[in-house]
């Protein structure tokens, strides 16, 4: 089992920053592909970025590179998204995922969610 807890979530306005973290607990992690996914309201939750554990390897989606930044804190068992020129349509419910198979799922662990709220 592996617990995730995210935190860092909030309201910014567009243009700003805000670093979303994620600690992970419970089996070793460095197996596993950590993700972050996005939803909002009516629409299907979607893919943000992935590290895997082992190597550091990074997957961003078109739309936010340049801009958002997935890392991870080998000592802290934690992962991060910095988010920078945060635009409107960022405005999501943020999730934490992991899997051991594929760093765009399906995932077997997920986090709460944090909100982030970006205001024009």
């Known amino acids: 089992q592996v617990q995730l807890v995210e935190s860092g979530g909030g309201v910014v306005q567009a243009g700003g920053s805000l670093r979303l973290s994620c600690a992970a607990s419970?089996?070793?992690?460095?197996?596993?592909?950590m993700a972050w996914l996005r939803q909002t309201p009516g629409k299907e939750r979607e893919f943000v970025a992935a590290i895997k554990w082992n190597d550091g390897s990074t997957y961003h989606v078109p739309s936010v590179v340049g801009r958002f930044t997935i890392s991870r804190d080998n000592a802290k068992n934690t992962v991060y998204l910095q988010m920078n020129s945060l635009k409107p349509e960022d405005t999501a419910v943020y999730y934490c995922?992991?899997?051991?198979?594929?760093?765009?799922?399906?995932?077997?662990?997920w986090g709460q969610g944090t909100q982030v709220t970006v205001s024009s």
């Open positions: 995922a992991a899997t051991a198979t594929y760093y765009r799922g399906p995932y077997d662990y």
């Open positions: 419970g089996r070793t992690l460095s197996s596993v592909y």
